[in-house]
Structure formats: C-alpha cells, structure tokens
C-alpha cells in the first residue's frame, strides 16, 4: 500500500470576511508554530476572502482552495469564477461537487465531471465529493450512488496524477447535522470506493489517491476515523471556523 500523506481540509462555506479570514490564520500560524504538523493543511475561504488567505498563508504549509470553479476557463457566465482565475490569485485546491453544491444549486454527476477537468487543465487539486442522503442509505443504496457518483466524476479522465488528486466521501446525512458515520461505517465506503477506483483508473491511482471523509468531523472524533486503513483525513466544516477545534483536529491527525 502506498503511504498516504493525511489532509485536514477546512470548508468554511459562507463564513468569514477577508478581515475575519486574517485573525483566524494569524492564530492558527502562531498555534502551529509549535509543532510540526503531521498532515496537510488546506483552508477554503469565500472567494472574497482567499486573496487574504493567500496573503496570509505565504511561506507556510497551509494551502488555500477556492469552493467551486466553473467548467469553463472564460465567457459568458455571469457570477461564475473560472479555473485560471483562482488558480492565479494563488489557490493550490479547489472543492467540486460538494452535497451543497448538488443539493441547492442543481450541479449534477455531468457537471461535476467538467469542473474536475477544468481544475486539472489549471493545475488545481480536486477535492472531488460524493455521498448519499439518508433516504439513499436507509433505503439500501449507499454503495449504488457512490458507485454512480464516482464513475461519473472520474470515468472520463485520462491518467490523472494520483498526488494531485483527491476524492472527499461526504454521507449528506452527517453534514452539519451532528451525526457522523462510525469509523466502521465510513471505513466501509472508503475501502468501497478504493476498490472501485482501481477498476476505472488503475490500482496505482486507488493506491495512492487520498480519499477523506467530511460529515461533522470533529477533535474528539478525528482519531479513530483517521485510524481506520482507508481514510486519509477530513473535510472539515462547522469545526474548521474556529482556531481551538481546527487545531484539534490538526493534531489528532496523526
């Protein structure tokens, strides 16, 4: 098995003026000041906000991604924020096709897979996401829609870097709602969705492309996630957006 370096990602949503985005990163550079971070650490400001997390992640070991680009690099997208643009203004990531995304403004399995392709053709990270709703997994479906997601993200891809690379599963019932998937249930999915990735893309993609788990990660329960085999760290949402429980889960992520 390769040897997957951790990623706590931090999607603050619609949190956090440019002026809010520089207090929190001047603390969270002054707290890890003090010890040498095991995992990588990215950060996913507004888009008003990432020309000062840019600024104010410079010279660090934080990354910054934006929340979503559009599929196209330039034209007639009112509102829309392209590929070349963020990666520009100093973005190593970008977040697709997060449950949000899907869920209130109608982006589907298609679009996903355009805006994955965008972000690779500017030299962005996907953080590409899936998952299923409660309704999906109660009915029985978990696998079926995760399965579906991921062959429409990455089926149409043509060798891309596994380094460069990484798949985010997010049970849309364990977002923002309190309830997480247990480390056995999480674990299941992941180990699912690795096998299934080295069917599409080859076992040395599944091998080595890190796949994290984002539905109310949290200090207290970051470590016997990130112990089970297949998980690779977190999207992190409500406890990215204060200091003291992002760097909670920073140093749980051993």
């Known amino acids: 098995m390769a040897n997957r370096t951790s990623i706590i990602a931090g999607n603050w949503k619609m949190h956090k003026t440019s002026s809010e985005t520089r207090s929190f990163l001047e603390a969270l550079k002054s707290a890890i000041a003090d010890f040498e971070p095991n995992c990588e650490i990215v950060v996913a400001p507004p888009f008003t906000s990432i020309a000062t997390a840019v600024a104010e992640t410079d010279g660090t070991r934080i990354r910054v991604a934006a929340q979503n680009l559009h599929w196209e690099d330039r034209g007639a997208f009112t509102g829309e924020v392209s590929g070349p643009m963020v990666k520009e203004i100093g973005c190593s990531h970008v977040i697709i096709g997060h449950s949000e995304r899907r869920q209130y403004f109608g ?8 805006k994955i392709q965008a972000a690779m053709r500017s030299g962005l990270v996907p953080i590409f996401c899936l998952g299923e709703t409660l309704e999906e997994r109660e009915a029985g479906k978990t696998f079926d829609v995760v399965k579906r997601q991921l062959i429409e993200g990455i089926g149409k891809i043509e060798s891309p870097d596994p380094d460069r690379f990484v798949i985010a599963y997010e049970p849309v019932w364990a977002i923002g ?26 076992q040395d993609f599944s091998d080595r492309t890190r796949i994290l788990y984002g539905g109310s990660v949290k200090p207290d329960n970051t470590r016997s996630l990130l112990n089970q085999p297949d998980i690779d760290g977190g999207l ?19």
Not at 183 to 191: G, L, N, S
């Open 107 to 114: 982006e589907t399995d298609e679009s996903v897979n355009r």
């Open 177 to 202: 709602t309190g309830k997480t998937a247990t480390p056995q249930q999480a674990q299941e999915v992941h180990e699912f969705l690795r096998t299934e990735s080295a069917k599409i893309l080859g």
């Open 236 to 254: 992190v949402g409500g406890a990215s957006l204060t200091v003291q429980d992002f760097l909670g889960i920073i140093k749980e992520a051993i």
